[in-house]
């Protein structure tokens, strides 16, 4: 297995073209044999910087990795067209593309935050269909009449400034692996988290003279708005397949609220659910072993092989 400082070279790299003519750049990795296992990151991250987490998985499954537009390796596109709906879309542009390229099998999914409800979008208002789908710490938002929609609102704004006002421009991508170590909320990720997710997010500018984030922070800021407008508030009947909500811990201190909603929401929906003691939104980081031993578990329930 490699090390969580050593991204494996993809055995195929598919441009995918999307309705709008923007393109996904998909990489295939693992078990050619096994399973397929679609990887999809949080708004302003990547899904290679996931790998601390994926690489659990690619002695017995076939990992296809892939980003939300305008992130990680895909080419930058009109940001008109950044909207929650046209990704629902892409989501189903890359599935039908890996089918066609390299074959239908099992399709399964691990969707982390702002992809989990994109997925949750896509599987209940367009019925995608998985075989076991995955949806780890979403942005899940009751209507504003629930008990706890009070509870757990407030964040959006928090996110919205916060991404407006990051810093996006660094001489070297240790500069942004710093600032992540010594934040509070990313403390607890795994050792060399810090270095592959500040690679992942950042390329080199215009001139080559700095690194600047790949998401534009205004795009980033209309993600975490339209994540809370869509009310994203399922049950498990609306799925096709099984469903394995992964939650915060809603226990931990100064954590973000969806801990706590996605609890309520498990508890409402009749999700299977599950959570890790002491973690926080990014656990796949925090305990990415632990976090995949929850995932297998499930898909071994749901027959998944």
């Known amino acids: 297995m490699q090390s969580a400082m050593e991204m494996p070279v993809p055995h195929a790299v598919l441009d995918v073209p999307t309705h709008d003519g923007s393109l996904l750049r998909v990489r295939q990795h693992g078990n050619r044999n096994g399973p397929r296992l679609f990887i999809l990151h949080g708004n302003g ?70 992809a989990g ?9 367009f019925g995608t269909h998985w075989d076991a789908l995955v949806l780890v710490d979403p942005p899940s938002i009751p209507q504003p009449h629930h008990p706890i929609f009070a ?44 270095e592959l997710m500040a690679r992942s997010i950042l390329r080199k500018d215009d001139n080559a003279s700095e690194y600047i984030l790949i998401c534009d922070r205004e795009l980033e800021a209309r993600l975490y708005r339209e994540a809370y407008e869509a009310r994203v508030w399922p049950k498990v009947g609306d799925f096709r397949g099984p469903v394995l909500l992964i939650g915060a811990d809603p226990e931990v201190k100064s954590g973000l609220s969806m801990g706590l909603a996605n609890r309520v929401l498990a508890s409402e929906g009749g999700f299977a659910y599950a959570t890790l003691p002491g973690t926080g939104h990014m656990l796949q980081l925090e305990q990415p072993a632990a976090a995949a031993k929850l995932v297998l578990d499930f898909f071994a329930e749901s027959a998944i092989r």
């Not at 409800?117 to 208002?125: F, N």
């Not at 421009?169 to 403390?187: I, K, Q, V, W, Y």
């Open 45 to 114: 991250f990547a899904s290679d910087a996931y790998f601390p987490f994926w690489q659990n998985f690619t002695n017995s499954f076939e990992v296809v990795l892939f980003d939300l537009r305008n992130h990680g390796h895909n080419p930058q596109s009109d940001a008109s067209e950044h909207t929650f709906r046209n990704m629902v879309r892409d989501i189903q542009s890359v599935v039908q593309a890996a089918d066609e390229r390299f074959g239908e099998k099992t399709r399964t999914g691990v969707f982390h935050s702002g």
């Open 151 to 194: 509870e757990v609102t407030g964040f959006e704004d928090k996110l919205v400034q916060f991404a407006l006002n990051r810093r996006f421009r660094f001489s070297h991508p240790d500069e942004l692996a710093g600032e992540f170590r010594r934040s509070r909320a990313n403390a607890k990720w795994v050792f060399g988290s810090h």
């Open 117 to 125: 409800a994109i997925a949750t979008i896509g599987a209940v208002e």
